[in-house]
């Protein structure tokens, strides 16, 4: 395998810095409000956007609340169990969160029904379907698939108060597109979109999420190993370059 | 080229050398730089630079004599506390002669949880806990004494060059003393006082360890508070 | 109405007076705890951080123990008195996350593969947390573990750098990181040259996130200092008594 790197390709004949075949389908779960089948070479996850009502977060009484879960479910990987999220799930959900977060992808403002009452909240559920390494890339496309395609239900404020439910759906305001780039590190060279067994192999792994202007809105750092400085840069510079590749490719009425 | 100095306190990741050295007990090397793994004073011996750490767990090692305590009783012999991130194992052999039967209930008329044993480890490696024997000379099971804790990593000082501490607190107080690498001392005496004094001298080796001119210090202390009771 | 609050003042100086490169000031104890075999006690500017580590000892259970290294196991927790607000003693996820990525930032500098089949266990209680605290526990961590006589290639420091006002500073607090834009913790291994932990939430451009890595890694290298020089204070005491 080392000579393989070595000399620039991988297992699967691909190059370092190549992806593996991605498909996305929209609107598979037709009762969710939004949702995105994505898969990266054998790894599928599927997300679901459920938009309901409720009460604002007590500090930001004018938006909108975003709770990102992700489920790794027993049937993706023999060694996931059932039970509640374990710590990589947590990290996943909160990693994928942080990039539609501070991208501002949703526009949150416009998730208000009564100031300081009544808001919009969108449920992004992560479901791991099958497990071949670079969840979290998979997990961020399907997230932001979902939501750019997602509807959401029109509200209505009566003179009395009362809040109903039109039989109306709008797009759901979006204004970015974060695309997370994972890398790993293997030996000394830096390979983009990892199998499960390169995950494996891998001293460390990095995430970097970009958003449509190239600004970097998330970034983790997993596992065991650890970077040196221009190892980081230079990371930085590739997953720029793939991620505006794959908002190209997927997303181009969105940049 | 070396940039410390013997006795020299270090702490993780300090620099000790750079070039053609040895990397000895608590160091290692990187390219051709040594570091220091651990709080310790440096010392070195011609190429080789090593660490003695001030503080840390024991970790057995082939012939040393251990002090420890049964914590259980199976059939095929004792587990035993040696106060190491391991625990070890006496087997029935190493107690008993050969042509010996077990039965759980003999086994503990033998040697039952809450014994405290000399023992001395027979073999270790990465794939199995310690094993113990207590068939030898001064080993087996103790009683009417104290057990004092030491750090595991100061007991050489304890005993001193060639015993030459140990020795002398023995012949200074008349107490019976036995030593464990890994950090358990048994003393006993008829006389409680002369158990505190030990007690007293090996707190002293516990704090000053790493200072020198220790072993006249301790018997000019056992010598004092001897002579103040003479009085 | 809300008044919008800014974090520099016309002098350039933070809310708590400091300039954007300056760190809040740091206390540092160690081996306090007198049951664990290491521990560290810390404070940085006021977030109130205590360590414990124990081992290595036996893997208990014995199922998580690892055939050729021991096990690290780390705990991240804020006590309910920590925050402004009340917060429920039961771990949260960002506690759970946490506490991964600290485990990972030190895993590195472990010799573990001395001890197979024993596990480390790193305990961090967030006594009061003002901001940047994984940061400190991480600095904290390192001590504690020394301080446990487990073998190291080095001590790991952490720091973060984030974005108040559209500039960049080190060391955010807690009500700069909930008002600024960005926020980015590392922590280096200065013996190997390398970052072991790296997160960030905000926006970045490309510039600002290489000023900000060299500026964390500055501030990491001037806490580096600070702990080496507790602990070797801590142990030149013991040799003057």
């Known amino acids: 395998m080392m000579k393989l790197l070595a000399s620039g390709k991988r297992l699967d004949g691909r190059g370092l810095l190549d992806y593996r075949e991605i498909k996305i389908e929209n609107g598979v779960v037709e009762k969710a409000e939004g949702s995105a089948l994505v898969s990266m070479g054998n790894t599928k996850v599927l997300v679901g956007v459920k938009i309901e009502t409720g009460q604002p977060y007590p500090d930001l009484p004018n938006q909108g609340a975003l709770t990102v879960n992700a489920e790794f479910v027993p049937l993706a990987y023999k060694y996931f169990e059932p039970g509640p999220p374990d710590e990589n799930s947590i990290e996943l959900a909160r990693l994928v969160d942080r990039g539609i977060r501070e991208s501002k992808t949703i526009d949150m403002e416009k998730l208000v029904i009564i100031p300081g009452k009544e808001v919009y909240v969108v449920f992004v559920d992560v479901y791991i379907l099958d497990h071949d390494g670079n969840l979290v890339d998979a997990a961020g496309l399907a997230a932001v698939s979902a939501i750019l395609n997602a509807k959401l239900p029109v509200y209505r404020v009566k003179e009395n108060g009362e809040v109903i439910k039109m039989d109306e759906y709008v797009p759901l305001p979006v204004q970015n597109c974060p695309i997370p780039v994972t890398m790993v590190k293997i030996d000394d060279k830096i390979l983009v979109d990892p199998t499960l067994d390169e995950e494996n192999m891998a001293s460390a792994k990095l995430t970097i999420t970009l958003t449509k202007n190239g600004e970097i809105c998330a970034m983790q750092k997993s596992g065991l190993g650890a970077f040196t400085l221009d190892e980081i840069v230079e990371a930085q510079k590739i997953a720029r370059k793939k991620s505006s590749e794959i908002r190209e490719k997927f997303f181009r009425e969105w940049c | ?231 | 109405m809300t008044e919008i609050k800014k974090l520099i003042d016309e002098n350039g100086l933070r809310v708590d007076g400091r300039k954007l490169d300056e760190i809040r000031p740091i206390k540092i104890e160690i081996g306090l705890l007198a049951n664990a075999d290491g521990s560290a006690y810390i404070e940085q500017g006021r977030n109130k951080i205590i360590v414990a580590v124990y081992g290595p000892r036996e893997a208990q259970p014995k199922h998580i123990g690892l055939h050729d290294r021991a096990a690290i196991r780390c705990r991240y927790h804020m006590a309910p008195f920590s925050t402004d607000e009340r917060k429920s003693p039961a771990p949260s996820r960002r506690e759970i996350e946490i506490s991964k990525v600290i485990r990972e930032a030190l895993e590195p500098v472990i010799f573990s593969e001395y001890y197979p089949r024993s596990m480390i266990d790193i305990f961090i209680e967030v006594l009061q947390s003002d901001g940047g605290s994984r940061c400190a526990a991480i600095t904290a961590s390192s001590l504690a573990l020394a301080d446990a006589g487990i073998p190291l290639k080095d001590l790991v420091v952490a720091c973060a750098v984030g974005k108040i006002d559209g500039k960049l500073a080190v060391d955010l607090s807690d009500v700069e990181d909930k008002l600024g834009e960005a926020d980015m913790p590392i922590a280096y291994i200065p013996a190997l040259r390398k970052i072991s932990l790296i997160q960030m939430d905000g926006i970045f451009t490309e510039e600002e996130f290489f000023k900000a890595l060299n500026m964390a890694k500055d501030a990491c290298i001037k806490i580096y200092k600070i702990q080496k020089e507790a602990l070797k204070q801590k142990y030149l005491q013991t040799e003057k008594e």
């Open chain 2, 1 to 231: 080229m070396r940039m410390v100095e013997k006795r020299q306190l270090v702490v993780p990741g300090d620099l000790l050398a750079e070039g053609d050295y040895v990397a000895g007990e608590n160091t290692y090397k990187e390219g051709n730089r040594i570091y220091s793994q651990k709080i310790g004073l440096v010392d070195f011996d011609d190429k080789k630079i090593f660490v003695v750490p001030l503080k840390g767990r024991y970790v057995p090692k082939i012939g040393d004599v251990v002090i420890g305590q049964i914590v259980d009783v199976s059939l095929s012999g004792w587990t035993v506390d040696i106060n190491s991130p391991y625990k070890a194992v006496l087997g029935v052999p190493e107690v008993v002669g050969k042509s010996f039967s077990p039965k759980l209930d003999s086994l503990t008329k033998i040697l039952d949880v809450g014994d405290v044993i000399v023992g001395k480890i027979v073999s270790f490696d990465r794939t199995k806990d310690p094993a113990l024997t207590i068939k030898g000379e001064d080993l087996g099971k103790i009683s009417d004494g104290i057990i004092v804790k030491l750090t595991p990593t100061k007991v050489p000082r304890l005993i001193g060059k060639k015993g030459s501490m140990i020795n002398m607190i023995k012949r200074e107080t008349g107490c019976e003393i036995i030593v464990g690498q890994n950090g358990r001392i048994f003393i006993r005496s008829r006389n409680p006082e002369k158990i505190e004094l030990v007690v007293k001298a090996i707190k002293m080796v516990e704090e000053q360890a790493h200072t020198t001119g220790l072993t006249d210090r301790v018997k000019e202390f056992l010598k004092t508070v001897k002579g103040v009771k003479n009085d």
